[in-house]
């Protein structure tokens, strides 16, 4: 398995150009793989924080909203980037 390493980012605004409504937050862009990803947060609806995980494919240069996902720790959502994006 990968380790998510820094991407600037420039491919994955390419391809998904808008603020994501629910973790609104850029923390910042990462690299797995085939994979172009943005680990973001946001406010759950009680208060706490919930992080997103989008995902682009960088060969079909389009966003995968099956490997995209939300997370109610960092920690999980680090870990998917490291790990489980890649299953």
């Known amino acids: ?33 085939p994979y172009e990803i943005e680990l973001s947060r946001g406010w759950d609806t009680d208060g706490s924080h919930q992080f997103g995980v989008t995902v682009v494919d960088i060969y079909k240069k389009e966003h995968d909203h099956d490997r995209s996902k939300l997370f109610h720790s960092r920690k ?9 994006i890649l299953r």
């Open 76 to 84: 999980g959502a680090v870990n998917y980037m490291n790990t489980g």
């Open 1 to 33: 398995m990968g380790k998510a390493i820094v991407s600037d980012g420039k491919l994955f605004r390419k391809i998904v150009p808008n603020i994501n409504v629910f973790t609104p937050d850029v923390i910042g862009y990462y690299r797995n793989g």
